[in-house]
């Protein structure tokens, strides 16, 4: 295998300005994203207050999150031979 030398990267000052332009556009997306989710976290809140206290485990807020909806597995015989009865 041949060996080379090391490329040489160059930081431009036209890079830096595009990196924070680019950053502080996330960040202002993020901070209205947060007031949003705060917003509506507070009418959650004032809505699960007033029909009671509904607790949800830490394995369900993940789920949740994250937009995961656990499907029940079909248990017995018929889980491995498909539609088939005997």
């Given amino acids: 295998m041949l060996r080379r030398k090391p490329t040489r990267l160059e930081l431009k000052l036209d890079d830096i300005e595009e990196f924070e332009s ?13 007031e949003a ?6 009418e959650e809140a004032a809505a699960i207050g007033a029909l009671g206290t ?8 993940i789920n949740d999150r994250i937009g995961y ?7 017995g015989r018929t889980a491995h031979f498909g539609t088939f009865e005997f």
């Fill in 69 to 75: 909806k656990p499907q029940p597995k079909a248990g």
């Fill in 22 to 34: 680019v950053r502080k556009e996330l960040e202002s997306r993020r901070k209205q994203r947060d």
């Fill in 54 to 61: 509904e607790h949800k485990s830490r394995e369900q807020l």
């Fill in 37 to 42: 989710e705060a917003a509506a976290g507070g």
